[in-house]
Each structure stands twice: as C-alpha cells, then as structure tokens.
C-alpha cells in the first residue's frame, strides 16, 4: 500500500524546534521528490519546501533559513527541521509527492507554536 505518514509535531514555544518526518511505503516514492506543505486554521495549504530527488532543495520565503528539508535515502524518509519557530508557523503539515500515479499526500502533522 502506497502512504506518506508524518510524525513530529506538536507544542513548543516560540524560538523553539521540531523535527517532522514523513515515512514513505512503497517503491514508487523513492523515485521522485517530496514536499512539505502546511495549512493555518481558516487558510489555504501552501507549499514550505521541497527536496528532488537528486537532493536539491528549495524553500518558501517565510521559512527560508530557519528551515530544513532532507532525505534518508535507504529509509526514504523525508525530513523538516524547523528551528527559531514562530507562532505564525502554527499549522497542519503534510508532506507530497507527485508521481506518474498521481499525487500523494499524508494525513498531516499538527504543529502549534506559543508565544
């Protein structure tokens, strides 16, 4: 059965970190990139960061230098290490990936940041 499964969130103060995993089953994720997205009570999803397959990476102007996006290949789990958290990055995250397929998402992650 093909899934994305992330774990990780949770509550932590502002200035903190977290570190969200998304776990892939089936071979069919290791061929392709993945994404981070998140989407804040009452608003839409929107992307945060992504890593291609070959390892690039890019980030969402809101998260860039405080985020971190990478990928353990022989698990094919994808990371996000998120540092110097805000109260604005309170939100679900949900990792992707589009595949010849279709497009695969997780459940989500909650993860809440007090000030």
């Known amino acids: 059965q093909r899934q994305l499964v992330e774990s990780g969130g949770g509550l932590v103060q502002s200035g903190g970190s977290l570190r969200l995993s998304c776990a892939a089953s089936?071979?069919?994720?290791?061929?392709?990139?993945r994404a981070w997205y998140r989407q804040a009570p009452g608003r839409e999803r929107v992307w945060v960061a992504s890593i291609a397959r070959g390892g690039a990476t890019r980030y969402a102007d809101a998260v860039k230098g405080r985020f971190i996006i990478s990928r353990k290949y022989n698990e094919d789990t994808v990371y996000l290490q998120m540092n110097s958290l805000k109260p604005e990055d309170t939100a679900v995250y949900f990792c992707s990936t589009e595949t010849n397929a279709g497009t695969y998402w997780g459940q989500g992650t909650q993860v809440t940041v007090s000030s």
């Open positions: 089936g071979s069919i994720f290791s061929r392709y990139g």
